[in-house]
């Protein structure tokens, strides 16, 4: 008798467990559909902005046998998928269907995560399980049917890829823990654990605003080294993170990439306190501050006018009250001051890269 109630109570849990993944599957698959409808009304021309340039010319110049150069002090990575993927396609409307490809397949990596995440967790009532699918396919239709998500994907931006990097690395997180501490597989620990430190520094590479994301992610992977389990189960996944990392840091060498002398950093400070700047005049400065290269004088006559157009210019920026962009990419305020240093040579070689103006700009007050 007990026998055949825990056959049938089996039995009634894997219809149920069919059930449940069948409707789950058939609304990711609804859901992805809208989100590529969505995708598909967009022009298939990549959108640029200001900051476009810093990840293109990189790769165009690369392309070109001219060397794989930095710009506006953007990293190296996506720079590089930008030149593989023209060099592949020839075409620049290949960058938005690779972005557009990368965002819906972060839509599988998020279904993948969220059932590694289920997985983790001991047996669920039904009705609980019904509720973490709900809010699970809410967060997934919030996410592929955005548009500002779309729109990112659309242009040439870190961000166009970002999110599919994003729940790659979450996927391989969830994944570790499960092979870790429940299914204790040491390959598919190595694995996931390295995966998981890769992408991570992958993720730094792209958004530098990210970088937390390195630390938490990667805790894990450190508690995994503790606990009682073969050395190479508790060990491999870091030994195995660090050859990825010590990869990634080391391709750019190797891919032949040339990193700017000049900082983007200063340049940009220069730009967004122009008006803080130019209310400092050269009178006031203390000697023991003056900077060698070009006269504070001349300094602050090229800042304003550069200043004064920017004022002009439609600005995104409503609580500056000008547009801090026209300053550091269209005025040629810092090629003008780099020329002025007495370097033409120097200034012509970065015309399209406006902040070789010195190391005297971190130095302002």
Known sequence: MWLFQTMHR????SQFGFLFDLVAVCIVIGIATAGLLLRARLPVGPLADGDTWGYLRPALNWLSGLGFEQTYGRDWLYPALLARILKVSGAFCAITYVQRF???????????AWRSWLRLLPLQKPAWRWACLIVTLLLLALYALNADQALLENSIRPEGVLAFFELLCLYCLISFFLARWKWR?????IAFGAATLG???AILLLKPSWGFSLVFTSLPVVAGAFGKSTRIMRFGPLLAGA?????????PKILGFQKDTQLFLPCLLVCIHSKQ????????V??????PGV???IFHEELKKAYRTALEQPSGYPTLGFQSDYILYLSGFFSNIQRKEGSPAQAEKREHNPFGIGQRLTNLR
């Not at 089996?10 to 849990?13: D, E, V």
């Not at 397949?105 to 279904?111: C, N, Q, R, T, V």
């Not at 050859?243 to 391709?251: D, E, G, K, Q, S």
């Open 10 to 13: 089996t039995a009634r849990l």
């Open 286 to 291: 203390l000697p023991s501050v003056h900077n």
């Open 277 to 284: 700047i130019l209310e400092t005049t050269p009178e006031t």
């Open 199 to 201: 992408l991570s520094y």
């Open 243 to 251: 050859a990825a990392f010590a990869f990634l840091f080391f391709l």
């Open 185 to 189: 597989r040491t390959g598919s620990t």
């Open 295 to 297: 006269p504070d004088e």
């Open 102 to 112: 990368l965002g819906l397949a972060s839509i599988l990596f998020y279904w993948l």
